[in-house]
């Protein structure tokens, strides 16, 4: 569930109760008093808000025990998170006002006339006459959101405009969110382009596997505009770079190690092809049905196939409890619990763990920090955070830059060396071994990366002033 912050407003009678009997009955309840403000003062009565970090309960244990309080009167409980959602998280704002009819006749009628017919006879000149330039659809159908699953396009919508907020706070790129209600994959694609002229990029979130993938592949090939599943390749540049990172504190080569992936849907597939293009040797996908083999069927999942088909891959089947004995690397995208103490204790000398299951990770920190030398998570409650946020902005902002036809696999992999890069020699260790989300220096490497790679591979469409 999370963290909970509440703002109770509470109405106190002096002459029967103390602030002192408010404050022991929101301890005993199991919060934390944060901060006091005080609404309406008053000798006989006063109206407060007090703010109580309530952990991962809800605001009922806190109700029940405030009612039992003489002299008080709750008059409201909010939410904060609930309150930070209202009426949306994102606006639009034009860049200029629109102050007399010159203004109007310049930005509409009739002076746009001439920007489209400039437009008409050469599209390209949307790219620096239009929103194109700088704007990002993130676009999702609601069936794969966080960890709750298959919740629908109108409950997804909050995820999607954090998207929004991140893309502008961090990078600079306005990002609209757009919820599908459809889970057609034809539907989809065609809306998708439909759509795609005012938009310079299309960043894909959460949508459910294996049809992400057809999604996904069938975008990039017929829209040339950069194409991006943030759950897929989002998580394998991150996890990509903390990789590079965790290797350099333990002292291991990429192309020695053992690496067990465990869940290969969209992410786990993702991470264990850039794992192959990173040079990784010796791979051990696995899912609920155990190790998925070299030489295997898998006739239900064509990426397993695709994966079964790979030299890296091991030949060894058996459950996770079975191949995790000498492996060097684990990396989870599974589900909480499936690994214990004993588990990674078989694990090779000086082992790495991400256990990035949200909210609980594969096995928990407490049990597997005694014999691993590096451990990483999906969660910001814990040290060496994995997390997607460090890739999509940057990525976003050197594509647009350089106005790149597509992402492709080496662009992917430089945007992982360029976020392993922001942590120097100096400050890595097995508690850091990746940057900060609000680290300044992210998105500037990834954009340089991306834009580099670009322009050798011949994915950019143009050159920006700052490479000439």
Known sequence: MGQTSLILRLEMDHSVCTFGEVATAITGAGGDITSIDVIRPGRETSVRDVTVDAGDQGEKPFVEALQGVRGLKIVNVSDRTFLAHLGGKITIRPTMPIKNRDDLSRVYTPGVARVCQAIHEDPKKAFSLTVKRNTVAVISDGTAVLGLGDIGPFAAAPVMEGKAMLF?????????????????????????????????????????????????????????????????????VVVIAGLLNALKVVGKRIEQVRVVVNGIGAAGVSICKMLLDAGVQRLVPVDREGAIVRGGSYAHHPMWNWLAQQPQVQAEPGTLKEVIGGADVFIGVSRGGVLGADDVRRMAERSIVFAMANPNPEIAPEEALPHVAVFATGRSDYPNQINNVLVFPGLFRGALDCRAKRISEPMKLAAARAIASVVTENELNDQYIIPSIFNDHVVPKVRHAIIETAILTGLAGRIPPDFR
């Open 168 to 236: 502008k706070q961090l990078a600079g790129v306005d990002a609209f969110p757009i919820c599908l209600d459809t889970k057609d994959t034809e539907e989809i694609i065609r809306t998708i382009k439909t759509i795609s002229p005012i938009f310079g990029g299309i960043n894909l979130e959460d949508i459910s596997s294996p049809r992400c993938f057809e999604i996904e592949r069938r975008l990039s090939e017929e829209l040339s505009i950069p194409i991006f599943h943030d759950d897929q390749h989002g998580t394998a």
